[in-house]
């Protein structure tokens, strides 16, 4: 799959498709960084884009297109019921899980609105590999909490384990023992583990779940948003799955598990979301959320224009050629950035690169947010826009003492298709620069911290005139360059 130089140390992954069309960035100079990471309240949410150069803030909805999807958007089938483009939707989705029971959502988070609505009662427990801000954020509104369940593994930044997303089983097994199957709503199992540092579960572990699911009379939930990586993951690292194609993977999955749900601005590089099922009352009890919710049953609070780019998306995660090239420039990145000395999660995920706050900003604590100060510093070197995540992605506890994160990580992430390989090695020159000023970096406290998901939106100022300094050492080292 890969493709060989003659000079191998000339090596690099390449891309399998070529740019047609092309969106203009700027790069602003450093002191201008400096005063527009401070009107956002140094908070990456709340950039402009304009004054981002790479914009690394998340995958989510903004891959690039393929030539098929804009050509299928051109015939969308615009009514309001029984469209022609929820059938062809409806198509891809049999052809690639098997599966043809579908309810359309406008993305990830309004399915997850609709399982916990339809399944979590207050008291309940629903167990995961790990949590994801806005699963969390849906459960407990609901009165239910989340249990995590990750193999210890998962929270070792630098480790050689390939599936570091995968569940501890012996410990599932307890824990139902303990709580009781009634008192669990469900199981839910993340593909490529976000908040982890995109990390794979293999496609044994998952089975294994599901199983244990089943033997206990439990519902289990795969939350397939980042699936698409972590297929490549079970293509590559696991034996299992070297004869089995990547739909034969779809498939077994969408067999086993109880209901899948995904968020289309990751899985097939569109927008909107979807769940799907086999089991027909499953469907029956959620279904009337949707139109409550969402929009008629035939779009869901999707355009109709990103339901035909995400039938043309689904098939297009079928194909390695597409589906590696995220991972394979990750890898580049980690590979780099290991090389370098800068802490990173290894071994490489999908989703983007994640470095590892805590051990470059050991002098700042994590009451003060070493990843969202490090972010700050990196747009500020950089113009380079990453997601915090790590303590201030965190919900308070209900007495509202800090929940400090068991990781504090930047992402970067690497939206598919979109970045070429030297924008990337721009930015890890970037990274570098300010790991080797890293003791410049200081910490960050609130000025306006919001009740619920306070990442997107709260506001921060810098502790001390830090930023400042980090600025003038940037033109101090850089000269007249941006
Ligand atoms: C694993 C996972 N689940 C759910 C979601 C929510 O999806 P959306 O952003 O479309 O609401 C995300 C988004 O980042 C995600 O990564």
């Given at each position: 799959?890969?493709?060989?130089?003659?000079?191998?140390?000339?090596?690099?992954?390449?891309?399998?498709?070529?740019?047609?069309?092309?969106?203009?960035?700027?790069?602003?100079?450093?002191?201008?960084?400096?005063?527009?990471?401070?009107?956002?309240?140094?908070?990456?949410?709340?950039?402009?884009?304009?004054?981002?150069?790479?914009?690394?803030?998340?995958?989510?909805?903004?891959?690039?297109m393929s030539d098929n999807q804009v050509a299928a958007?051109?015939?969308?089938?615009?009514?309001?019921?029984?469209?022609?483009?929820?059938?062809r939707l409806i198509d891809a989705i049999e052809e690639v899980f098997g599966?043809?029971?579908?309810?359309?959502?406008?993305?990830?988070?309004?399915?997850?609105?609709?399982?916990?609505?339809?399944?979590?009662?207050?008291?309940?427990?629903?167990?995961?590999?790990?949590?994801?801000?806005?699963?969390?954020?849906?459960?407990?509104?609901?009165?239910?909490?989340?249990?995590?369940?990750?193999?210890?593994?998962?929270?070792?930044?630098?480790?050689?384990?390939?599936?570091?997303?995968?569940?501890?089983?012996?410990?599932?097994?307890?824990?139902?023992?303990?709580?009781?199957?009634?008192?669990?709503?469900?199981?839910?199992?993340?593909?490529?583990?976000?908040?982890?540092?995109?990390?794979?579960?293999?496609?044994?572990?998952?089975?294994?779940?599901?199983?244990?699911?089943?033997?206990?009379?439990?519902?289990?939930?795969?939350?397939?948003?980042?699936l698409q990586?972590?297929l490549?993951?079970?293509?590559?690292?696991?034996?299992?799955?070297?004869?089995?194609s990547i739909k034969?993977?779809m498939h077994?999955?969408?067999?086993?598990?109880?209901?899948?749900?995904f968020?289309a601005?990751?899985l097939g590089f569109a927008?909107?979301?979807a769940?799907?099922?086999?089991?027909?009352?499953?469907?029956?009890?959620?279904?009337?959320?949707?139109?409550?919710?969402?929009?008629?049953?035939?779009?869901?609070?999707?355009?109709?224009?990103?339901m035909e780019a995400m039938a043309v998306g689904l098939r297009e995660t079928l194909d390695m050629e597409y589906i590696?090239?995220?991972?394979?420039?990750?890898?580049?990145?980690?590979?780099?950035?290991?090389?370098?000395?800068?802490?990173?999660?290894?071994?490489?995920?999908?989703?983007?690169?994640?470095?590892?706050?805590?051990?470059?900003?050991?002098?700042?604590?994590?009451?003060?947010?070493?990843?969202?100060?490090?972010?700050?510093?990196?747009?500020?070197?950089?113009?380079?826009?990453?997601?915090?995540?790590?303590?201030?992605?965190?919900?308070?506890?209900?007495?509202?003492?800090?929940?400090?994160?068991?990781?504090?990580?930047?992402?970067?992430?690497?939206?598919?298709?979109?970045?070429?390989?030297?924008?990337?090695?721009?930015?890890?020159?970037?990274?570098?620069?300010?790991?080797?000023?890293?003791?410049?970096?200081?910490?960050?406290?609130?000025?306006?911290?919001?009740?619920?998901?306070?990442?997107?939106?709260?506001?921060?100022?810098?502790?001390?005139?830090?930023?400042?300094?980090?600025?003038?050492?940037?033109?101090?080292?850089?000269?007249?360059?941006?």
């Open positions: 799959m890969q493709i060989k130089f003659y000079n191998s140390e000339n090596q690099v992954p390449m891309e399998m498709h070529k740019v047609r069309v092309v969106q203009k960035l700027h790069l602003l100079p450093v002191e201008e960084r400096l005063a527009k990471i401070k009107e956002a309240g140094n908070n990456t949410f709340l950039l402009q884009n304009r004054d981002v150069f790479m914009d690394m803030l998340t995958d989510s909805g903004v891959n690039a958007m051109g015939i969308a089938d615009d009514s309001y019921a029984g469209s022609e483009t929820c059938n599966v043809r029971h579908f309810l359309p959502a406008h993305q990830g988070r309004a399915c997850e609105n609709i399982l916990a609505e339809t399944f979590v009662k207050p008291g309940q427990f629903v167990l995961m590999n790990f949590h994801f801000t806005t699963t969390k954020a849906h459960i407990t509104r609901m009165g239910g909490s989340v249990i995590e369940l990750v193999g210890a593994e998962g929270l070792v930044t630098d480790s050689q384990h390939p599936f570091k997303g995968n569940f501890d089983i012996e410990r599932t097994k307890q824990i139902i023992k303990e709580l009781g199957a009634k008192n669990i709503a469900f199981v839910r199992i993340e593909a490529g583990t976000n908040l982890i540092g995109g990390q794979p579960v293999s496609l044994e572990n998952m089975l294994e779940v599901a199983k244990i699911c089943k033997e206990n009379g439990i519902m289990s939930i795969l939350d397939a948003s980042l990586d972590n490549y993951f079970m293509k590559m690292r696991e034996e299992m799955c070297k004869n089995m034969d993977i077994k999955l969408a067999g086993v598990m109880d209901i899948v749900y968020s601005r990751k927008r909107g979301g769940i799907i099922s086999h089991n027909e009352d499953y469907i029956l009890r959620m279904k009337e959320y949707i139109p409550l919710y969402e929009g008629f049953l035939t779009y869901g609070g999707m355009e109709v224009r990103s590696s090239q995220g991972p394979l420039f990750i890898e580049y990145m980690i590979k780099e950035l290991d090389k370098a000395g800068v802490p990173v999660v290894k071994p490489a995920g999908g989703l983007g690169a994640h470095i590892n706050a805590r051990e470059i900003l050991p002098h700042i604590p994590q009451s003060q947010y070493p990843a969202a100060a490090l972010a700050t510093a990196l747009y500020i070197a950089g113009g380079v826009r990453g997601m915090e995540r790590g303590t201030l992605s965190e919900q308070r506890n209900p007495d509202g003492t800090e929940r400090f994160a068991d990781m504090e990580l930047v992402r970067l992430a690497v939206p598919r298709r979109v970045f070429t390989l030297s924008q990337l090695k721009y930015c890890i020159d970037r990274v570098k620069w300010v790991y080797d000023n890293r003791e410049l970096i200081g910490g960050l406290r609130w000025e306006d911290e919001p009740r619920v998901l306070r990442f997107f939106f709260g506001r921060l100022q810098p502790i001390g005139d830090w930023q400042e300094r980090l600025a003038e050492k940037f033109r101090a080292d850089f000269g007249d360059s941006l």
